[in-house]
């Protein structure tokens, strides 16, 4: 597609219940990169794939949570038994190589209640 | 322990005026600063950068300042217009532009400009 697609949009979860976020990254894009935005902050780096490798997973909270990228392209972050304090939008971005030139999606705005 | 810091939270500016937003980093190995555009329910979109080796860097109503010795940047927007309102973030990276990798990204100033 045109853009980096982040599926579901909106997603509430009860307290405890595991869930799978979604990332399409653009076609092509070798780097892929996960963030979480709480309310009224900036985003902050959860992870990085370069292809399928997981190159930093220095951002991720707790062993509750896991990405992966199988086949290097799209990617899929797991958060396991959810806490209200996961409650953020997750950010996804991609680029082609080396450089800055993220392109970011929507997001998903996680709720847990 | 915040390392790229916003210190304020928004800013309301009229229409044609300058726009100036502020940002301070305490990481002296920040090699790589960026600012990016964000507008409601969308994710952020890239503006404008600067590496470390400049002070200044222009690309058409934007500049970015870099002061390494204050460790402040500041994004100036002349004249700024009615769709320049949004929040922008300001970003920066300890590696080299073309290895890529992490960003860490300061909190965000809401600017407002009014018509």
């Known amino acids: 597609g045109a853009g980096v697609s982040q599926s579901p949009r909106y997603k509430v979860a009860k307290r405890g219940q595991d869930v799978a976020l979604r990332c399409d990254p653009i076609?092509?894009?070798?780097?892929l990169f996960w963030y979480q935005q709480a309310l009224g902050q900036g985003p902050e780096f959860l992870t990085y794939?370069?292809?399928?490798?997981?190159?930093?997973k220095s951002g991720l909270p707790s062993d509750r949570f896991f990405a992966e990228r199988p086949e290097g392209s799209v990617s899929t972050l797991k958060i396991q038994r959810t806490q209200q304090e996961d409650s953020a939008v997750y950010l996804c971005?991609?680029?082609f190589g080396g450089g800055y030139g993220y392109t970011f999606g929507s997001g998903t705005r996680l709720t847990v209640v | 322990d915040q390392q790229v810091k916003q210190n304020s939270p928004s800013l309301s500016v009229q229409e044609g005026r300058i726009s100036i937003l502020n940002c301070d980093y305490t990481?002296?190995?920040?090699?790589?600063f960026l600012w990016y555009k964000k507008y409601p329910a969308e994710g952020p979109t890239f503006l404008i950068s600067?590496?470390?080796?400049?002070d200044k860097n222009e690309d058409g109503r934007f500049t970015v300042f870099l002061n390494k010795s204050a460790k402040h940047l500041s994004l100036h927007i002349v004249p700024s217009q009615p769709g320049d309102s949004a929040v922008y973030f300001c970003?920066?990276?300890?590696?080299?532009?073309?290895?890529?990798?992490?960003?860490?990204f300061g909190q965000g100033t809401e600017l407002s400009v009014k018509p």
């Open positions: 971005a991609s680029s």
């Open positions: 076609s092509g894009h070798v780097s």
């Open positions: 794939f370069q292809n399928e490798a997981q190159l930093d």
């Open positions: 990481n002296s190995m920040f090699d790589y």
């Open positions: 600067i590496s470390s080796i400049k």
């Open positions: 970003a920066a990276s300890p590696t080299s532009y073309n290895q890529g990798g992490k960003l860490i």
